[in-house]
């Protein structure tokens, strides 16, 4: 990462920084932009080239997300099975650099006691789905319909993870995200095994 690029980083993690202090303080309602740049220091313009909403500031990391499942390549002749495994690793991938770089601890910390966070995560997922089914489809890697499924599986596993691990954090566990993550794609084949119904 070029010094640039380091700078970028830094400003994103304060601004998300300075994000999360004041919904803390205020409350979701009461946090503005306006409140998040004056308290970086910048003006909400920059705050801007950084996120589209106060809302993206304190729960990042979909729109990273859907654009490195975009950037997404298979290999040429890949099956749909094959391709959703590629994505899950891309999924993976991300959640290993999600926790380096963000807070999820008080991300999650904050969706427990705030449901309207929980919300807009999960229509910026919805938002995932149709990207990614988009990509797949319109790139002709696999059916419209396999498309729609991988899209669906992939958020799917996304969501368990975090809400398996959401529970375990309001109960006092230091597991990370991760290790749900892995479980949630350790149990999908065991349960999605049900074989082809008749005609």
């Known amino acids: 990462m070029g010094i640039r690029d380091q700078r970028k980083a830094e400003t994103s993690r304060k601004i998300q920084a300075a994000a999360l202090d004041l919904v803390e303080e205020l409350g979701l309602e009461a946090t ?14 920059t705050f801007f ?6 809302e993206s500031a304190i729960v990042p990391g979909q729109g ?4 490195a499942l975009m950037g997404f390549a298979p290999a040429p002749g890949a099956t749909p099975a094959e391709i959703f495994q590629s994505l899950l690793q891309v999924c993976r991938d991300h959640f290993s650099a999600e926790i380096e770089q963000h807070e999820f601890r008080r991300v999650t910390r904050l969706m427990i006691s705030d449901p309207k966070l929980l919300l807009i995560a999960t229509s910026r997922e919805q938002e995932l789905v149709i990207e990614l089914s988009r990509s797949l489809s319109e790139r002709r890697l696999v059916t419209q319909m396999q498309s729609l499924l991988i899209a669906e599986m992939v958020a799917s596993t996304w969501r368990v993870a975090w809400q398996c691990f959401t529970q375990a954090e309001r109960a006092g566990s230091a597991a990370a995200p991760s290790e749900f993550f892995e479980q949630s794609v350790h149990e999908m ?11």
């Open 49 to 54: 080239r950084y996120f589209d909403s106060k």
């Open 64 to 67: 990273e997300l859907v654009v």
């Open 32 to 45: 503005t932009v306006a409140r998040i740049a004056q308290r970086v220091g910048i003006s909400d313009r």
């Open 189 to 199: 084949p065991q349960i999605s095994a049900i074989g082809t119904p008749g005609p």
